[in-house]
């Protein structure tokens, strides 16, 4: 004759042990959804680090490329003659004024004394040659100046697209080392853990065999990352 007391502890034993299997099966359910969502987390931040990181590398390479087409011997070439161009326009009107004001000194001293007109055509050759001499002398200033240490010269030219090429590429390296620095926190973050309180017999071996399990999954997932 069957015990009913014992009947019913044997019931209540099985049903235990079926609701313990039933909450480790919950918890494997859940912490692998967490490993899955961790996983489409590091993988999203992955795609955009490196997204963010090209990008940067080819705003800095093109800054590079930029300032290395302007500094061609054809663009240098074309600048220092820009430049000339720019000093002589800047010099000429005084070499001409003061050129013009000794002109009409000397045709007054001239007419004054009422020189025969073979002296004012020597006055006259002469103001031309000096005239011509200053300007030649400033249009050699100006070629000078234009390769040197003017405003727009070659040298201020070449060390002010080198600076910007420098400023800009030096920018793009520090913004990548700060995002570098952003996505090694977000490597760092981990999944959710899920667990159940500690339990005994066939359910908590089946428990951790389950952890140990997932947990082998989603390192070599994570090394994929």
């Known amino acids: 004759?069957?015990?009913?007391?014992?009947?019913?502890?044997?019931?209540?034993?099985?049903?235990s042990q079926v609701m313990q299997m039933q909450a480790q099966q919950d918890v494997m359910n859940k912490q692998q959804q967490a490993n899955d969502e961790w996983l489409a987390y590091q993988r999203s931040k992955s795609r955009a680090f490196d997204a963010r990181q090209e990008q940067m590398r080819q705003k800095a390479d093109l800054s590079r490329n930029k300032t290395?087409?302007?500094l061609t011997g054809e663009k240098q070439q074309a600048g220092q003659e820009e430049e000339q161009k720019?000093?002589?326009?800047?010099?000429?009107?005084?070499?001409?004024?003061?050129?013009?004001?000794a002109s009409k000194n000397i045709g007054d001293t001239l007419l004054?004394?009422?020189a025969g007109s073979k002296i004012q055509q020597h006055y006259a050759d002469s103001l031309t040659n000096a005239t011509r001499e200053a300007r030649?002398?400033?249009?050699?200033?100006?070629?000078?100046?234009?390769?040197?240490?003017?405003?727009?010269?070659?040298?201020?030219?070449?060390?002010?697209?080198?600076?910007?090429?420098?400023?800009?590429?030096?920018?793009?390296?520090?913004?990548r080392q700060g995002d570098l620095v952003a996505y090694g926190v977000a490597k760092a973050v981990e999944p959710v853990k899920y667990s159940i309180g500690s339990g005994a017999g066939a359910a908590g071996a089946i428990g951790g065999a389950a952890a140990s399990l997932a947990g082998n999954r989603l390192g070599a997932a994570a090394a994929q990352v």
């Open 86 to 101: 720019r000093l002589e326009g800047e010099m000429m009107p005084t070499v001409d004024a003061q050129t013009a004001a």
């Open 112 to 114: 004054g004394d009422q």
């Open 136 to 175: 030649s002398r400033m249009q050699n200033l100006a070629v000078v100046a234009s390769t040197t240490g003017s405003q727009f010269g070659l040298a201020n030219r070449a060390n002010s697209l080198l600076g910007e090429s420098q400023d800009d590429i030096r920018l793009q390296g520090d913004l």
């Open 68 to 70: 290395l087409n302007e």
């Open 1 to 15: 004759m069957c015990d009913p007391i014992g009947m019913i502890g044997l019931a209540f034993s099985i049903g």
